[in-house]
């Protein structure tokens, strides 16, 4: 069984930082492309971050780029989202997310979600 657990959310001031972390377990970990993903409260889900499998690729949101970093271990099977410089329009629920294959954007593509991890950025 394919399982995804997304944890390190949490209330974060404005200027803040969080690290989330995604921890996989029942699927060949290094043969999946990861993404992060966030639904803010009336918006659709939107991406967030991507890695490919290798980790050598990365694509990020404009609007999280410079701020974000995502990274994985294949040993360890964990993806993390370091998020520095919160901003209260960065709040919303992240999910993580697997796809066999190479990376992609679009979030009907990914087979495998987690579910989810609260981020709250705010005074």
């Known amino acids: 069984e394919v399982l995804l657990q997304a944890s390190g959310g949490g209330l974060v001031q404005p200027g803040g930082s969080l690290r989330l972390s995604c921890a996989a377990s029942?699927?060949?970990?290094?043969?999946?492309?990861i993404g992060w993903f966030r639904q803010a409260p009336g918006k659709e889900r939107e991406v967030v971050s991507v890695?490919?499998?290798?980790?050598?690729?990365?694509f990020y949101a404009d609007s999280v780029k410079g701020r974000f970093t995502i990274s994985r271990d294949n040993v360890k099977k964990t993806v993390d989202l370091q998020m520095n410089s919160l901003k209260p329009e960065d709040t919303a629920i992240y999910y993580c997310?697997?796809?066999?294959?190479?990376?992609?954007?679009?979030?009907?593509?990914?087979?495998?979600w987690g579910q989810g991890t609260l981020v709250t950025v705010s005074s």
């Open positions: 029942g699927f060949t970990f290094d043969g999946y492309t």
């Open positions: 890695i490919s499998r290798s980790g050598g690729g990365t």
């Open positions: 997310a697997c796809r066999r294959g190479g990376p992609v954007l679009r979030r009907e593509l990914y087979n495998y």
